[in-house]
């Protein structure tokens, strides 16, 4: 068990909906990374937010947004969602906002699937 | 752009037959590469972190070493427990990005 907590387990929508994942981080952790994980693409890096700030974007789509609140919690919303969308979506948190020591621990994750 | 390439796509072995796993990236500036553990459905596992040329280090049955080009994870006498997806990572500098590039994993499946 990481620490790294992640709801719902599973999501099951349809296209054009909107949806919202959550995620608490490790204790005393103050950035939160949020991965996509689809059968094709494998593993890919969507945004970092640390201590409620915007940090990093790597791929993610303008239909995608996230946050990350005073408690350290972090949500991820999916909106127009489209059948390409369904894909493991992970959560992972670290102690710092960068460096070379700042391991990644991540959550068990949610299962979109888009109906 | 950054690259993390991961061989073989899938292993097959029998329980005590040792083996290594490779990555090879092409990330510049990297400033870390990382070794993670994945069973079907749940979140990477963190195993190891290797910073610099020649490091090397190890967990049970598992040593990670690091060169300049590549990575490998090398498996002593595995047990069908340490089936799993195994997954390599480049954490690089510059552009204030801090995200994992992640190679797409080595499925391996040790057979009693």
């Known amino acids: 068990d990481s620490g790294v907590t992640q709801t719902p387990k599973h999501l099951i929508t349809a296209t054009g909906q909107r949806v919202t994942l959550r995620c608490s981080p490790r204790?005393?952790?103050?950035?939160v990374y949020w991965y996509q994980q689809s059968l094709d693409q494998g593993l890919q890096f969507l945004i970092q937010y640390y201590n409620g700030e915007e940090r990093a974007k790597g791929n993610i789509l303008e239909r995608f947004s996230a946050q990350q609140f005073p408690d350290l919690h972090s949500e991820l919303n999916l909106s127009s969602l489209e059948l390409g969308d369904s894909a493991l979506y992970f959560c992972?948190?670290?102690?710092?906002?960068?460096?070379?020591?700042?391991?990644?621990?991540f959550g068990p994750g949610t299962r979109l699937t888009v109906l | 752009e950054d690259q993390v390439t991961q061989s073989p796509e899938a292993l097959r072995l029998q329980e005590g037959e040792s083996s290594s796993l490779n990555c090879s990236y092409t990330v510049s500036g990297l400033r870390g590469l990382f070794w993670y553990r994945q069973d079907p459905g749940k979140g990477p596992e963190f195993l190891f972190t290797l910073y610099s040329a020649g490091e090397e280090k190890e967990k049970e049955r598992l040593k990670a070493t690091l060169t300049k080009k590549e990575s490998f994870l090398h498996i002593t006498a595995p047990k069908p427990e340490d089936s799993a997806t195994y997954l390599c990572?480049?954490?690089?500098?510059?552009?204030?990005?801090?995200?994992?590039?992640f190679g797409k994993g080595t499925h391996l499946i040790i057979q009693p």
């Open positions: 990572a480049g954490l690089h500098s510059g552009g204030g990005a801090d995200g994992l590039t």
């Open positions: 992972a948190s670290s102690e710092a906002a960068s460096g070379a020591y700042n391991e990644q621990f």
């Open positions: 204790s005393g952790d103050l950035s």
